[in-house]
């Protein structure tokens, strides 16, 4: 998502900022927005009120978007995370963490105004970690291109302070229009902030729990606010199917994946559906042959 194709002054020498919003809540997308335009434009951009989103009241956040998206010297891009993206991810067996994710978000945008042939010759981005660790990844993925990585960048330089605007509008729009795919009822959008501190979400999240399929996809349930809902849940155990029993080497039986072993805990239920001595395949699909098939005649 962002303008529609290269812009005429694309083989000018170019700025650009990128920076973040929805880092923190546990609801919603973390989205990542880019504003670029000419390096002969930068004087000019200084003009026209961009500043750091967090410091904006909504209607002037939407206001300043709708000018840049109008202004045909500036061009600008995103990436919606979603927050199942997010959360499996952070729950892989190699997690990936946010920083990462973070990281690679912004290089993705770098990359995509680059093959849309811009001539990026600096980027300001707002840090993530260490600014001069960051700022060496960046250089180190982009040689020709001067990088400025910085704390507060989005209070500090106005083509940043777009770029926040361009994230958090996208952001607060996507949050808005979210359609929640499950059916339970008495479900309902009164999720407040999505922060984690908000009373109003952390209502909202007690709600709408389901004790064996968890929290609606609006949810990043790898966040540290959502585990001890999940003390409640029904405990759901992970079978290894034949093929992994025969290529597990002997005496080392691969070993089922259990939710409690990425983070999740819950009550657990002894009946022979869950059943199981900890290696193979559970005794329910032993005792009646059952084999896991991909393909059929």
């Not at 000419?38 to 000018?67: G, I, M, V």
């Not at 996208?170 to 902030?193: I, Q, Y």
């Not at 039986?253 to 022979?272: D, H, P």
Request: charged share 30%; net charge positive; with cysteine.
């Amino acid at each position: 998502m962002g303008s529609e194709g290269p812009p005429t002054w694309a083989s000018k020498p170019c700025i650009m900022g990128i920076d973040e919003a929805g880092r923190g809540p546990v609801l919603g997308p973390m989205v990542y927005g880019c504003l670029y335009c000419p390096l002969s434009y930068q004087k000019t951009l200084s003009s026209l009120n961009f500043a750091d989103s967090k410091t904006l009241k909504e209607e002037k956040r939407e206001e300043l978007f709708e000018n840049l998206k109008k202004d045909d010297s500036i061009g600008w891009e995103v990436d919606v995370i979603d927050p199942r993206e997010l959360s499996a991810k952070m729950l892989r067996k190699v997690k990936v963490n946010l920083n990462e994710i973070s990281h690679n978000s912004a290089i993705g945008l770098v990359t995509r105004v680059l093959r849309i042939g811009v001539l990026l010759t600096e980027v300001y981005v707002d840090t993530v970690g260490d600014p001069e660790k960051y700022r060496i990844k960046l250089s180190e993925y982009f040689p020709g291109i001067k990088f400025v990585v910085a704390k507060k960048a989005d209070s500090l330089y106005p083509v940043v302070s777009g770029a926040s605007i361009v994230a958090k509008v996208t952001r607060d729009k996507a949050v808005r229009d979210w359609v929640l795919d499950e059916t339970a009822e008495a479900m309902d959008r009164n999720f407040g902030s999505g922060y984690p501190g908000d009373p109003e979400t952390k209502a909202w999240l007690a709600n709408h729990k389901h004790l064996l399929f968890g929290f609606p996809s609006l949810v990043r349930f790898s966040w540290g606010t959502c585990t001890p809902y999940f003390k409640s849940m029904i405990e759901v155990l992970w079978e290894c199917d034949k093929g992994d029993e025969e290529g597990s080497s002997s005496g080392s039986k691969k070993r089922q994946l259990k939710l409690t072993n990425i983070g999740f805990t819950g009550c657990k239920r002894k009946s022979e559906e869950i059943e199981s001595n900890g290696k193979g395949r559970c005794k329910f699909f032993q005792s009646r042959k059952l084999e896991l098939v991909s393909h059929f005649h």
